[in-house]
């Protein structure tokens, strides 16, 4: 038995998860210090949402975000969640592209990556799990966890074992729906810790309620790190809580030796800020509760919320109840591919379109053709000829790496923007959010020719005293 770690995921996929990622950097930078004296394994800060939510809502340069992070976090190790060969974007990659990215990632700031692919296809991860490492970073490999006929523990352990293979220093079971039970984590964390030889992190939300008992359970197990929200910022659809779990561990086999005391400067800064977002609206109190709804349809919160808007629009908000029944259905044809980005958004609006239409699979979105000819990778199980011939007719279904058929991108991306490059990073800002990028440099340029315009008039104002 040792002491467990854990990750803070306040500065991103606590915020990502309550108000849509729009923490801005001059809300962290007073408690950054502060976060870097508690002892944390990792502060997971960047990756996910948080790069576009950077250059589409805050007009911030995402780059620069981390390098101010890493300026003030000196202590404690930093980390990202990447998608694999989607990076940050919602679609595959060319290799030149992914090894870029990653190798800017590390250069600005980031130690330890944490790589998954929204299908477990571990073709679709090699790539930056070797750029990561030849980069001198940290590559987690994670299994995007969820459960099915075949999605049991034996295949869970089977994938850990050649994630270990293919380099993974680390391998974390990424609960992104909050469906993962503490007896069955109890389960798959023992099975690992006697089948693969790296550390085993879990990453879990409250959606469900059972995220600090998922928790407990899998220490109990044997697992080395857990993610965890300072609680101004926890529980509903974020990680569940920090500081009780570090209570409940005290004294024990497994204290993680952190402060209370510091902990509780973090949680008293974070306070006013978490009213602050209630009272703008920016957080929603209903995410804050518990949803059995994700137990029962194994429906991630931010799908959720997806759904509801998406039947808000169509004017049809009764059907609710119709296409959480819908998007099981859906998901079991398209071969059981795991809830989590970008396929959470795709079987749900795969369901809306089935049950609004009356009529399984007249309209299919182009994300969703592309799936089932094998564009995103493969699924566990099969697709059968029936729903392949509904969805793409007799169109081939490709077999390879879905990456192999994507030529290098990076130069395209240069030339394409030249006229706004002021730093090598921006190339893969545009290649990643080509139109959004474009509106941030030009509102960049704009700040800057304002700056440069109130110096000029200051100086001659000077010299006419």
């Not at 911030?60 to 060969?85: A, C, F, N, S, Y």
């Not at 299908?119 to 490492?133: G, S």
């Not at 069955?184 to 550390?199: F, M, R």
């Not at 315009?453 to 104002?461: A, G, H, I, L, Q």
Request: hydrophobic letters at 40%; charged letters at 25%; proline letters at 5%.
């Amino acid at each position: 038995m040792a002491k467990v770690k854990i990750t803070e995921t306040v500065l991103r996929d606590a915020h990502q998860s309550l108000i849509a990622t729009r923490m801005k950097i001059e809300d962290m930078i007073p408690i950054l210090e502060t976060l870097d004296e508690v002892g944390y394994h990792s502060l997971e800060v960047w990756g996910g949402a948080t790069f576009d939510a950077c250059l589409r809502f805050l007009n911030e340069d995402p780059w620069q975000r981390l390098r101010t992070i890493r300026k003030h976090v000196k202590k404690t190790k930093l980390q990202m969640l990447l998608r694999g060969q989607n990076l940050l974007g919602y679609k595959h990659y060319a290799d030149d592209v992914v090894e870029a990215f990653i190798k800017k990632s590390i250069a600005n700031g980031i130690d330890i990556i944490r790589i998954f692919d929204a299908l477990n296809d571990l073709r679709n991860i090699e790539t930056a799990v070797k750029a990561t490492k030849e980069a001198g970073g940290h590559a987690q490999v994670a299994i995007s966890y969820t459960t099915s006929p075949v999605h049991n523990t034996e295949y869970y352990l089977q994938l850990a074992k050649r994630m270990e293979a293919m380099g993974a220093d680390s391998i974390c079971v990424k609960d992104m729906a909050g469906i993962l039970t503490p007896y069955d984590a109890y389960e798959l964390v023992k099975g690992l810790k006697e089948t693969i030889k790296i550390p085993i992190q879990l990453h879990s939300h409250y959606t469900s309620g059972l995220a600090s008992m998922t928790n407990l359970k899998a220490i109990e197990a044997g697992v080395d790190i857990v993610d965890c929200a300072i609680s101004p910022m926890a529980l509903g659809t974020s990680q569940p809580p920090t500081e009780p779990l570090v209570a409940a561990l005290q004294g024990t086999d497994y204290d993680t030796g952190y402060s209370l005391q510091t902990l509780n400067k973090v949680a008293e800064y974070f306070a006013p800020l978490r009213e602050a977002y209630l009272k703008s609206g920016l957080l929603n109190p209903k995410l804050l509760g518990v949803d059995i709804n994700t137990l029962v349809y194994q429906v991630p919160g931010g799908m959720l919320s997806n759904l509801v808007s998406q039947l808000e629009m169509q004017k049809a908000t009764h059907k609710y109840e119709e296409v959480l029944k819908e998007v099981p259905r859906v998901r079991e044809e398209l071969g059981y591919p795991p809830l989590v980005t970008p396929l959470s958004q795709m079987v749900g609006t795969q369901a809306v379109f089935n049950v609004i239409l009356g009529e399984r699979y007249k309209m299919v979105p182009k994300e969703i053709k592309a799936y089932v000819k094998g564009e995103y990778g493969k699924p566990v199980v099969e697709i059968t000829d029936e729903i392949k011939k509904k969805i793409i007719g007799a169109e081939e279904v490709i077999s390879g790496r879905p990456a192999d058929l994507i030529p290098p991108q990076l130069e395209g991306f240069r030339n394409e923007m030249k006229e706004f490059l002021e730093q090598e990073e921006d190339v893969l800002s545009y290649g990643l959010f080509p139109q959004v990028a474009l509106e941030y440099f030009k509102y960049r340029r704009a700040e800057k020719y304002k700056i440069e315009t109130m110096c000029v008039d200051m100086e001659n104002k000077v010299h006419i005293v």
